[in-house]
């Protein structure tokens, strides 16, 4: 597998498109972060993120102070049961304002992956249920594009989108429910300047 400014980075075929292969690189991720937070090599590329003490209530966020325009993507990977284990609540976030509060009712657009069996997500503290399945083993991504549309993914597949407008300025933002080491976070957070579309980035 090839590396980029030091970094591994898939190879043609597996992820990147090859106009993009010689250029594209992770971001530096700086978390500013709640206390009952245990956050995971922060200030590289790749961090892990649970709520792991405190009581069940959202009142535990991390943030980024970096601003995004588009194309970006986040990235991440989530644990869950098949059904509601009451122990998976947490939300990764696109944000205009992500010093507002840690609840998830001022996230703009955030992934709500509690259970595979269905997946949810939440638009300024509405909860939308698309009604698909996903993978624990798959990656998400949550893109927002150049032609203004937010778009869900879990691997390949398409769980959601909805228009959000083009030229505004986002940062990554999350909220936390559930002290648990296992489901009650995120791992992998990765953030990158271009736009996942179900096979590669461009």
């Known amino acids: 597998m090839p590396k980029i400014n030091g970094f591994f980075t898939p190879a043609r075929g597996f992820g990147l498109s090859s106009k993009l292969a010689s250029s594209i690189t992770y971001d530096v991720l700086n978390f500013t972060y709640s206390g009952n937070l245990t956050v995971t090599n922060n200030g590289t590329t790749s961090v892990d993120i649970f709520k792991t003490s405190g009581g069940n209530s959202w009142d535990n966020q991390a943030y980024i102070s970096t601003p995004y325009t588009a194309p970006c993507t986040i990235e991440f990977y989530k644990q869950a049961a098949a059904g509601d284990n009451g122990a998976s609540?947490?939300?990764?976030?696109?944000?205009?304002?992500?010093?507002s509060d840690a609840s998830y009712s001022s996230?703009?657009?955030?992934?709500?992956?509690?259970?595979?069996?269905?997946?949810?997500?939440?638009?300024?503290?509405?909860?939308?249920?698309?009604?698909?399945?996903w993978s624990t083993a798959n990656k998400f991504y949550i893109v927002y594009d150049t032609d203004g549309y937010i778009r869900h993914y879990n691997g390949s597949s398409l769980l959601y989108s909805v228009y959000y407008g083009?030229?505004?300025?986002?940062?990554?933002?999350?909220?936390?429910?559930?002290?648990?080491?296992?489901?009650?976070?995120?791992?992998?957070?990765?953030?990158?300047?271009?736009?996942?579309?179900?096979?590669?980035?461009?």
Not at 89 to 99: G, K, L
Not at 167 to 176: I, K, L, P, Q
């Open 107 to 133: 996230l703009d657009y955030a992934s709500y992956p509690y259970s595979t069996n269905s997946y949810y997500v939440y638009n300024n503290g509405s909860g939308i249920n698309p009604g698909t399945s």
């Open 89 to 99: 609540y947490a939300m990764v976030s696109w944000n205009a304002d992500p010093t």
């Open 166 to 202: 083009t030229g505004n300025t986002v940062y990554f933002d999350s909220s936390f429910y559930s002290p648990n080491g296992t489901y009650g976070g995120f791992s992998s957070i990765k953030i990158i300047k271009a736009a996942w579309n179900g096979t590669s980035y461009r």
